[in-house]
C-alpha cells in the first residue's frame, strides 16, 4: 500500500509542479484582472459540478461497489457492472451538458451574479463557460475509467493524467496570440485536455483487459445498493462544493482580484491536499474496499490509521510555512509579469486563512474512507455555519474572509465526521494524541524558525534587485526542511518513522479480528487480537 501511495504521490506531486508551471504562465499573461476574473470563473463552475458528481460522490459510491463485486464475483461481473453504469453516467451528463449549455447566462448570473454590475466580464465568462463546461463529461467518464483501474492496483495513469491538464494549458498559453484573448487560450486548453485525459485512462484500461463497453443499464441488486449509496454521497459532496459555490457568488461582489487571490491562494493550498490527502484517501478506499470485502477488518482498520498519521506527518510543515510566510511563498512564485507585489500580498492574506483549514483539508480523504469502503456516507452538516461565517466576513476581510470561513468549515467537518465514526462503530483514525501533540510542537518550532528567517533574509537581501524573494524562499524551504526534521527527531524518535512505514506496509498481514479502533486510542500500542479499551 505505501508503494501505492508513493506512486499517486509522486505523480500527484509532478501535476502540482507542472501546474505551478502553468499558474506561473497564467499569472503572467492573464494576471489578476477582469479578464482572469471571468476565466476562473468559467474554470470553476464546470469543477464544482464534476467535483460533485464526478470526483466527489460518483467516486465514492462506484469504487465500493466495483471493488466489493470484483472481490465477490470476480472480473467478468465486475465489467459488466461498470459497463452498465458507464450507459447511464453518458446519458446523464449529455443531458446536463445541453441544459448548461444553452442556460449558461443563466448558470453564470446565479452562481456568479456580481459579474452582472460588469457587462464585459460577465459575457466574457458566459463565453468561456460554454466552452470549458463540455470538460464535465470527459472527466466524469476518466474518473469512473480511474476508480476502476485503482480498484484493478493500478493508479499510475489515474495519478497521472492531471498532468495533461497543466501541459495544454500552457500550450494554448503559449499560442495566446492566435485566440481573441489569452482567457480563450486557456479554456479551450481546459477542453483539450479533458479529450487526452480520456485517451490516456482509457488505453491503460483497455490494455489491461477491462475497458469500458457501454451496456443498457439494469436495475438489479448491485445497481440498486450502487443508487442507494450514490444519492448520500451527493448529499455529502455537495456540501463541500455547496461552500465553494458561495465563494464564486460572494468573491464576485469583491473588487476586481478578488476571484484571481482566491484561485492563486487555493492552488498553494491545494499542493499538500493533492500530493498527501488525496494520495491516501485514493489508495485508501479500494484497499479497505477490497479488505471489508474479505472480512479482513483488522486489515482495513490498520491501514487506514497509518494512512492517517502518514498524512498528518506531511502536511504539518505544509502549514506551519503556509502561516508563517504566506507573502514570501506568493512573491517568490508568482510576482512576475502582470502578477504584482500587490496581488501578492493579498493572495498571500488568502493563503494564510485556507492553512488554518489544511490539516483537516488533508484528513477528511482519509476519515471517509471507512464509510465510503463500507457503502455508506456522511453528510457535512457544516455548510450552514461555513456559508453563514462567509457572509458575515465579506465585508471585513474580503477574499480573506471567505477563506478562513472555509477553513472553519474543515473543522467542524471533520469533527462531525469523527462522531458519526463512533456512532457508528467504526472510528479508526488511529493517530493517538501523543504523536499527533508532537507533530503539531514541531510544527510550531518550524513556523517561528520560518517567521524569524523571513525577517532576518529580508533585511539581509534587501540589496538585491532580482530574484531576493525567490532566494529567500529557497533557503528558508532547506533551513525548514532540516528543522522540522530534527524536531520529529527529537519529539517523536527515530525509529518512529520506520514502524509507521512498516506497519502502514503490512497491513496486510493483521488479521482480521479487530472489529473497531477508537480514535483517541494509538492502535500501534495494542498487541494483536486484543481490542481497544470501549471507551
Known sequence: MIKRIATVGGLTLVS??????????????????????AFFVAFRLPNHFRAILAEGAFNAAFVPAYARTLEQAGLKEARLFSDRIAAALLAINIVLLALALFYTPAVVSLLAPGLDQDPARYTLAVTLTRITFPSLLLVSLQTMISGELNANGR????AGAPILLNVCMVATLALAYWFPNAGYAAAWGVLIAGVVQVVLVGFDAELHGFGLRFRAPRLDRRTRKFLGALGPAIIGAGGVQVALFADTVIASYLPTGALSALYYADRINQLPIGVVGIAVGTVLLPEMSRRLAAGDTRGAALAQARGIQLALLLTVPCAAAAVAIPKLIMLGLFARGAFTAADAAAAGATLAAYAIGL???????????????????????????????????????????????????????LTLLWLFARRQGFAVSGAGLRPVVKLLVAGAVLAVTLYGGDHVLKQSLAGLAHFGDEIALAVLLVIGTAIYALAVSLLLGRGWLGSLLKDVGSAAEAPATLEKLDPLQ????????TPPPNV
Do not use: C, E, H
Not at 453528510?379 to 465579506?394: G, R
Open 16 to 37: 502540482r509542479a507542472s501546474g505551478f508551471i502553468r499558474d506561473v504562465v497564467m499569472a503572467a499573461v492573464l494576471g489578476a484582472g477582469p479578464m482572469a476574473d
Open 155 to 158: 493508479f499510475a495513469a489515474a
Open 359 to 413: 490539516l483537516p483539508f488533508v484528513m477528511l480523504r482519509s476519515f471517509t474512507a471507512p464509510f465510503y469502503a463500507r457503502g455508506d456516507t456522511a453528510a457535512l452538516l457544516a455548510v450552514v455555519v461555513n456559508v453563514a461565517l462567509k457572509v458575515l466576513l465579506m465585508g471585513l476581510l474580503a477574499q480573506v474572509g471567505l477563506a478562513f470561513a472555509t477553513s472553519v468549515g474543515a473543522w467542524i467537518n
Open 522 to 529: 494509538d492502535s500501534a500500542a495494542l498487541p494483536d487480537n
